[in-house]
Nanobody, 121 residues
Framework: QVHIVESGGGLVQPGASLTLSCAASGTSISLHDMGWYRQAPGEKRDMVATISGASSSGKVTNIYYADFVKGRFTISRDNPKNTINLQLNNLEPRDTAVYYC?????????WGQGTQVTVSS
């Protein structure tokens, strides 16, 4: 059974930083395309950043960011820890949302339960 669990959210002031982590069990995170998504109340779920896995891109790692986070957020993979991290810098109130991690594994999407990020003064 594959499970993914997000952590690292919280309440921060504008301009602050957070690091979100997505831990996987039951499979190697390096194999699969992974992504961070976010959903604010009343809004649709949006892609934040994605990182490709070996099953789709081989030894090449493709990374994509939504335009609204370019230059502020960084996605990375920690293979020994089997985690995907999202570094959030210079946070703004509009970044307030539940952040979800998604694994695309052999044609199916597996979602975590999400972690809340609230940016408020």
């Amino acid at each position: 059974q594959v499970h993914i669990v997000e952590s690292g959210g919280g309440l921060v002031q504008p301009g602050a930083s957070l690091t979100l982590s997505c831990a996987a069990s039951g499979t190697s995170i390096s194999l699969h395309d992974m992504g961070w998504y976010r959903q604010a109340p009343g809004e649709k779920r949006d892609m934040v950043a994605t990182i490709s896995g070996a099953s789709s891109s081989g030894k090449v790692t493709n990374i994509y960011y939504a335009d609204f986070v370019k230059g502020r957020f960084t996605i990375s993979r920690d293979n020994p820890k089997n985690t995907i991290n999202l570094q959030l810098n210079n946070l703004e109130p509009r970044d307030t949302a539940v952040y979800y991690c998604k694994m695309h594994r052999w044609g199916a999407d597996i979602w975590g339960q999400g972690t809340q990020v609230t940016v408020s003064s």
